[in-house]
């Protein structure tokens, strides 16, 4: 492992991830170099922020619904995409194991390694009878799934689904639905369009929090490729376009900078360069309705809270 830190993303991958990312207009880095151990450390404490409604307005909507869900798709077997703290997950599985008859297994894919072996071995202490298989896994590649039993319900929790562009968003649903086998369902989780305010507010919270597990993606880089980004050198932004309903995060360099990239060379940042690390987009019903009928599959459910903050949408072939 280069540069000695605990991380477990691809080198090579990412030195061509990097290389191309930061010869784009606009300059970016893509999101899932946030998720190391930190960075999932990070988001997991994003999402006991008070502006980060978010995880509180999903959770609520598990509350009220999983028993609905569950007694809807009857599934053997929870496959989870990015999975991360698996904290919301509890509340599917707890249904999910209330048949004393129930054989039940629990397939969390996520990329963040050492997290996820983290939540597993806590889950695994809290459901001795569950079966849990974790895949480590880009999910927006192919990846193998272990054998388990069917029916299965393939859940993408927590609105990861919009830091994807609406056409790679049809990708991943689509390899989903290629995953799917008769009688599976899909549970999808997405932040809905609200006051601009409060979504900024969500990204912009007055703790600094966000702005850390910005900044953190240049400390990933920093010690996959061993370059020398000074995160000091970085301020944290994050904006709502209106009209593109999404969140644009950036790091926007504060002075003029030369930042050396082993493999790549040197980049040089003039003051107010901006790197667009992550895109968070805000769904309705007719889009989320449009992305799964383009990926092949058909809205079966749709459940909001009462603030219509936070959807979750049922969806099978
Ligand atoms: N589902 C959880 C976590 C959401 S955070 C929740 O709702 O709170 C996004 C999660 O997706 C993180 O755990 C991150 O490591 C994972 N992730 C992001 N991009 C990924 C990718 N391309 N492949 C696999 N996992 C990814
Ligand atoms: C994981 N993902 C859905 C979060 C989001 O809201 O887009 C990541 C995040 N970025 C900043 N805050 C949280």
Known sequence: MAFGARVTFDRDAMLSDVRAGLAAHPRQLPSKYFYDERGS????????????????AERALLQDRAATIVSTTHPATLIELGAGSTDK???????MLKSPASNVTYIPVDVSADFLATS??????????????????????????????LPSLHAFLGSTIGNFTPAAAV????????????GDFFLLG????????????????????????????????????????EMSKFD??????????????????????????????????????????ELSYKYDRA???????????????WFTDDAESFALALANR
């Open 171 to 182: 990708d991943l649903v689509t390899s989903v639905r290629t995953r799917m086998a008769f």
């Open 287 to 301: 889009i989320v309705t449009e992305l799964l009928g383009q990926a092949g599959l058909q809205l079966s459910e």
């Open 89 to 95: 997950t509890r509340l599917l599985l707890d249904q």
């Open 120 to 149: 597993v071995a806590q889950l695994r202490g809290e459901y001795p009878t569950l079966v849990t298989s974790p895949v480590v896994a880009d999910f927006a590649t192919q990846f193998a799934l272990p054998t388990h039993p």
């Open 190 to 229: 997405v932040d809905l369009r609200k006051d601009p305010h409060q979504i900024e507010r969500a990204y912009n919270d007055s703790r600094g929090i966000t702005a850390q597990f910005n900044k953190n993606i240049l400390n990933v880089v920093n010690n996959v490729l061993g370059a020398d980004f």
């Open 41 to 56: 450390q990070l988001f997991d404490e994003i999402t006991r922020l008070p502006e980060y409604y978010p995880t509180r």
């Open 236 to 277: 944290h932004n994050a904006v709502y376009d209106r009209d593109q309903h999404r969140i644009e995060m950036r790091l926007i360099s504060r002075a003029a900078q030369t930042v050396a990239i082993p493999g790549i060379g040197d980049v040089v940042f003039a003051p107010g360069d901006a790197i667009l690390t």
